[in-house]
C-alpha cells in the first residue's frame, strides 16, 4: 500500500504530462510483452529436423516426397517451401516471394509501435520539462516567491524527463532483440528460397515434368 501510494504521489508530481506518458507506457507494455511470447511460441514451431528432410528429399529428386513432408508443418521456412512446391508449374519464384513476405510481416508485426513509443517517449519527458520549467518562472515572477512552487515546478520536469527516457530504454532493448531475431528469419527464408529455386531449376535441367507434379501437389494439397 504505501509502495502505490507512492506511486500515485509521483506520477501527480509529474504534472499533466504524465497522463500521455502513461497511455505511452502501457501500449509499450502491451506490445512487447505480446512481441516476446509470440516469438517464443514461433520458436518451438521451428523444426529443423523436417527442414533438412525437406531440403534433403528435393536435392535427390523426390519433389512428391518433399511435399508430403512440408504439407502441416508449422515451421515458417518449411511452410514457405511447401506454397513454393505447390506453385512449381507456374511462377515458383513469385510464390516463394510471396510466402516468404507473409511470414516476415507476422514476425515484424507492432515493431512500428515500439519504434514509435522509443521515440515520442522522449519527446513527451521534453515537453513535461518545457511545461514544468515554464510553471517555475511563473512562479518566479509572481509577487510572492514560493520556494514550494519552484521545488514543484523543478521536481515536475524532472520526473517528466526521467518517465519519458525510462520508457524509451525499457523499449530499446526488446526492440533491437526484435529485429535481431526478425533478420535471422528473413535470412533462414531468403537462403532456404534460393535452394529451393535452384534444386527445381536442375530438376527441370534433367527433365522434370511439372505437369505431373501439378497434378500430384493437388492430390497431396487435397
Known sequence: MIFANAI???FKAGGPIMWPILLVAVV???VVTERLFWWVRESGKRDAEVLEKVLASMEGGDFRGALDVSKGSEDPVVRMIYRGLSHVHGSLSG???VAAGAEIKRGGRFLMVIDTCITIAPLLGLLGTVTGIMSTFHTVGGNELSV????GGIG???IATASGLGI???CLLPFNYFNERLAKL???LETAATN???MVARAKQDGFDTLTFRREAAAVAS
Do not use: H, M, Q, R
Open 28 to 30: 509499450a507494455l502491451a
Open 8 to 10: 500515485v504521489d509521483f
Open 196 to 198: 529451393v529455386e535452384v
Open 168 to 170: 524509451a530504454i525499457f
Open 186 to 188: 528473413t535470412f533462414d
Open 148 to 151: 514550494g512552487a519552484v521545488s
Open 156 to 158: 515536475e520536469a524532472l
Open 95 to 97: 510464390a516463394l516471394k
